[in-house]
T-cell receptor, first 116, second 111 residues
Framework: GAVVSQHPSWVICKSGTSVKIECRSL??????MFWYRQFPKQSLMLMAT?????????EQGVEKDKFLINHASLTLSTLTVTSAHPEDSSFYIC????????????FGPGTRLTVT | KQEVTQIPAALSVPEGENLVLNCSFT??????LQWFRQDPGKGLTSLLL?????REQTSGRLNASLDKSSGRSTLYIAASQPGDSATYLC??????????FGTGTRLQVFP
């Protein structure tokens, strides 16, 4: 089956610094990837759609200058949280769609970000 | 705008019970519906995927049904076990090309 990896699995950073999270599709190509954020005891909220070769599409209320997304290749998308603040502490998960016919989404294991 | 709601929000049952988790969505124009399991602090595990043309899918003790016209899906868990304790999420994929998640049901099965 399709596998999506994320790196790092957890990260602690100081307020004001930037953190980069990688999302990779290991055995398939993904022209589109999705980034979600999940706060404790809440569901997943879509942040943005990452598009290979073009700009990301951000959901309403998500600051594109704060959450920089780069879809560098058909297997890699990165999310950079710039000038992180404690309120950015969350669980970040990426996904990539499988075969077009099924529209099934494959999820990475998530990255736990803690900003101190 | 698609909205996905799950009922109940939390459920605590003794081992061995058969369970029904509910998911409802407001826009019936979907391509598929997925059920996921999430353990605390972990990522998502896909349980079942139902295409819009299908009525149900089964995997082991799990059975998911889909009534697209009424905007509802149910996840049936037979003979529940403590290892089934987790948060269960449903998500719909539609013509917005986005996967929209439900609010989740936290399940605890005690011995």
């Amino acid at each position: 089956g399709a596998v999506v990896s994320q790196h790092p699995s957890w990260v602690i950073c100081k307020s004001g610094t930037s953190v980069k999270i990688e999302c990779r599709s290991l055995d398939f190509q993904a022209t589109t990837m999705f980034w979600y954020r999940q706060f404790p005891k809440q569901s997943l909220m879509l942040m943005a759609t990452s598009n290979e070769g073009s700009k990301a599409t951000y959901e309403q209320g998500v600051e594109k200058d704060k959450f920089l997304i780069n879809h560098a290749s058909l297997t890699l998308s990165t999310l950079t949280v710039t000038s992180a603040h404690p309120e950015d502490s969350s669980f970040y998960i990426c996904s990539a769609p499988g075969l077009a016919r099924s529209y099934e989404q494959y999820f990475g294991p998530g990255t736990r970000l803690t900003v101190t | 705008k698609q909205e996905v709601t799950q009922i109940p929000a939390a459920l605590s049952v003794p081992e061995g019970e058969n369970l029904v988790l509910n998911c409802s969505f407001t826009d019936s124009a979907i391509y598929n519906l997925q059920w996921f399991r999430q353990d605390p602090g972990k990522g998502l595990t896909s349980l079942l995927l139902i295409q819009s043309s299908q009525r149900e899918q089964t995997s082991g003790r799990l059975n998911a049904s889909l009534d697209k016209s009424s905007g509802r899906s149910t996840l049936y868990i037979a003979a529940s076990q403590p290892g089934d304790s987790a948060t269960y999420l449903c998500a719909v994929y539609g013509n917005t090309d986005k996967l929209i998640f439900g609010t989740g049901t936290r399940l605890q099965v005690f011995p």
